[in-house]
């Protein structure tokens, strides 16, 4: 029966007129409209846990990166103490190397005196061939050690020797009207100390 038919009063029955309408095509009796304040509710609450999710996540990602660096920063200061640690090991390792070295040419010096004639031919070969005079400065003690040597060197002949007590055994001084050629223990010592960077006074010879 359509809702829209007429019906007289006197010809409706008892239960026809308590039957409610037909509801129209589609319709469903529910509360869970989006405009209902249920629904409004739990988009609210999942938006809410989703900007905490993201709020977490960024802070999550913060920390880490804020831990990141510092260990980095550690690592590094590690690796600076590390590299110092091992630079003073090889200083105090070479000052120990020096000394030894130190003594063991004094020894040498007081045992084997004849150690002064290649230091003393050394310092001929770098004069020039045309040189006619050479001044040869030397210890005293050195003196007859080396005449053997001039008497057979090319520039023996040239050299005239100057016994000189300030220059240390084991060493001389060359001189020309040219140049000059200091071959002194004393030098010499220092060139090998500037040729590994040191220049320590107290690592001098004596």
Request: charged content about 20%; glycine content about 4%; proline content about 4%.
């Amino acid at each position: 029966m359509a809702s829209s038919e007429f019906i007289a009063r006197e010809n409706l029955s008892a239960w026809q007129r308590w039957e409610l309408a037909a509801l129209p095509a589609g319709a469903t009796p529910t509360d869970a409209d989006t405009g209902t304040p249920a629904h409004n509710a739990a988009a609210l609450r999942a938006q809410m846990d989703a900007e905490a999710r993201a709020a977490g996540y960024a802070a999550g990602m913060a920390a880490a990166a804020t831990d990141h660096a510092r260990l980095n920063a550690l690592l590094a200061t590690l690796a600076d103490c590390a590299l110092d640690h091992e630079q003073r090991l090889c200083d105090e390792v070479l000052d120990l190397a020096l000394v030894l070295a130190r003594q063991l040419v004094g020894q040498a010096l007081a045992v084997r005196r004849e150690l002064v004639q290649p230091v003393v031919s050394a310092a001929l070969k770098q004069l020039p061939q045309s040189t006619q005079r050479v001044e040869l400065r030397m210890h005293p003690s050195d003196v007859e050690l080396v005449k053997p040597l001039l008497a057979t060197d090319a520039m023996g002949a040239r050299c005239e020797i100057v016994a000189d007590a300030l220059i240390a055994p084991g060493g001389c001084q060359v001189e020309t009207e040219q140049c000059a050629v200091d071959a002194t223990l004393q030098t010499r010592w220092r060139q090998l100390l500037a040729n590994l960077g040191r220049s320590d006074d107290w690592l001098e010879p004596l």
